[in-house]
């Protein structure tokens, strides 16, 4: 089945380590988005990419990085400059164009800063 | 300045309908309005979306106020299973999806 898929669920790092979290879809589409969730808040953007060799910076990209190589893959690292890297982090995908549907989500990578 | 603004929380009684208010007053005339829920450590899954007209699908209905100002989003029936954080979210030319705090639903059985 198509979808998105993020890895690992669950992640712990020690402080001043680098990390990085997967994000893989087969869907085809050509945006795909980073986003962290904090406990009882909404989603706040990081990256986000609408093609191959591409991204731009979202609301809070201190601290991250991305890279856009593969139309399916948009792997997000956490630095050791990100101050609070702690939280949920969700990554989705969908289709170019004004009214092409939904953002497709995966299950979400928690990190743990140890 | 977030885009939309919902309630914090809302409760319902399983069976009846449950209308889920969202306002977003800066909408420009081509941002599309999305709705979405989300459980407890899982990724947000998507309910419907419109731009002016009300919109109906097996999950919910969209209704679109004439000024695009503020929507609802209606759910006929609640159940258990619809128990969630429901966000209202614009979709703008760009492709960017703007978030908001969301309106986190009980369902009293």
């Known amino acids: 089945d198509g979808g998105i898929t993020q890895s690992p669920k669950y992640l712990f790092r020690k402080e001043g380590q680098n990390v990085t979290l997967s994000c893989e879809q087969n869907l085809n589409h050509d945006a795909m988005y980073w986003y962290r969730q904090d406990p009882g808040q909404g989603l706040r953007l990081i990256y986000y990419?609408?093609?191959?060799?591409?991204?731009q910076k979202g609301d809070i990209a201190e601290g991250y990085s991305v890279s856009r190589e593969k139309k399916e893959s948009f792997p997000l690292t956490v630095t050791s400059a990100q101050k609070n890297p702690t939280a949920f982090y969700l990554c989705?995908?969908?289709?170019?164009?004004?009214?092409?549907?939904?953002?497709?989500f995966g299950e979400g990578s928690r990190l743990t800063v140890l | 300045d977030a885009k939309t603004t919902q309630p914090n929380s809302m409760e319902s009684n399983e069976e009846e309908p449950v209308h889920l208010p969202c306002n977003h007053s800066?909408?420009?005339?081509?941002?599309?309005i999305h709705w979405y829920r989300q459980l407890p450590s899982q990724g947000p899954e998507y309910v419907i979306h419109g731009l002016t007209s009300n919109v109906n699908n097996r999950m919910a209905s969209l209704a679109i106020a004439e000024d695009r100002k503020s929507s609802t989003l209606i759910l006929h029936r609640a159940t258990l299973r619809d128990a969630a954080v429901y966000y209202c979210i614009l979709r703008d030319v760009g492709n960017q999806f703007y978030f908001g705090t969301g309106t986190s639903l009980t369902v009293i059985p």
């Open positions: 800066t909408i420009s005339g081509t941002d599309y």
């Open positions: 989705a995908s969908t289709r170019q164009g004004l009214n092409t549907g939904e953002l497709f």
């Open positions: 990419s609408q093609i191959v060799n591409d991204f």
